[in-house]
Structure formats: structure tokens, C-alpha cells
């Protein structure tokens, strides 16, 4: 399994990020995924999840309505669609596949808001 995340950066309050996981070495359109993140001195935190399929999505309370999940089966990549960010977002971005027991972790993508 690999999970390779990218598109994290820098970017002011109020601004937009799309985040990319292209993942291999598994059949990626059986198994949901999620996304999850990490701020300096604080635990790692479920941001979004996907089912197989894409029509089912979950996600934490403070990111409802600004951020998106979606996965293009076709492409073996998961999406993370993040408007209106806020410094509080600031975070490394990993993306994770569980399957059973298994849980398999990508490198991580940093995401910093700041003005």
C-alpha cells in the first residue's frame, strides 16, 4: 500500500486548498478512506471519511460546510476540497486506509493558514 498526499501549502485566511491522495498497491475503489490531520503539540484528528463508492461521506463538526471529501475511483485518488480556511486549520494533512486491523498512513501534506 501507498498513500501519497499533496497540494498542502500556505495560504491566507478565508482561502481555498484542494488536497490529492493517489494510492496504489491495493484495490482502491473496494475500501472507504479518510482523511486526517495533526497540529503541532495536538492529537491527530479525523477530518473526513468516503465510502467505497463516494455517495456516503462523514465529517468532524468544525469542518461541516467548508471542507469536502470526494474520490475519482477511475484516478485511485481521494480529494480534499477545503474552502474558508482558518488559521486553526493549520495542520500536517495525512490521508489513511483502514482495513481491519490495518491502518496505512500516507507521508502527510502540510497545510498552514496564516496571514
Known amino acids: 500500500v501507498q498513500l501519497v498526499e499533496s497540494g498542502g501549502g500556505l495560504v491566507q485566511p478565508g482561502g481555498s486548498l484542494r488536497l490529492s491522495c493517489a494510492a496504489s498497491?491495493?484495490?482502491?475503489?473496494?475500501?472507504?478512506m479518510s482523511w486526517y490531520r495533526q497540529a503541532p503539540g495536538k492529537e491527530r484528528e479525523l477530518v473526513a471519511s468516503?465510502?467505497?463508492?463516494?455517495?456516503?461521506?462523514k465529517y468532524a463538526d468544525s469542518m461541516k460546510g467548508r471542507f469536502t471529501i470526494s474520490r475519482d475511483n477511475a484516478k485511485n485518488t481521494v480529494y480534499l476540497q477545503m474552502n474558508s480556511l482558518k488559521p486553526e486549520d493549520t495542520a500536517v494533512y495525512y490521508c489513511?486506509?483502514?482495513?481491519?486491523?490495518?491502518?496505512?498512513w500516507g507521508q502527510g501534506t502540510q497545510v498552514t493558514v496564516s496571514s
Open positions: 498497491g491495493f484495490t482502491f475503489s473496494s475500501y472507504a
Open positions: 468516503i465510502i467505497s463508492a463516494g455517495g456516503s461521506t
Open positions: 489513511n486506509l483502514r482495513i481491519g486491523l490495518g491502518d496505512w
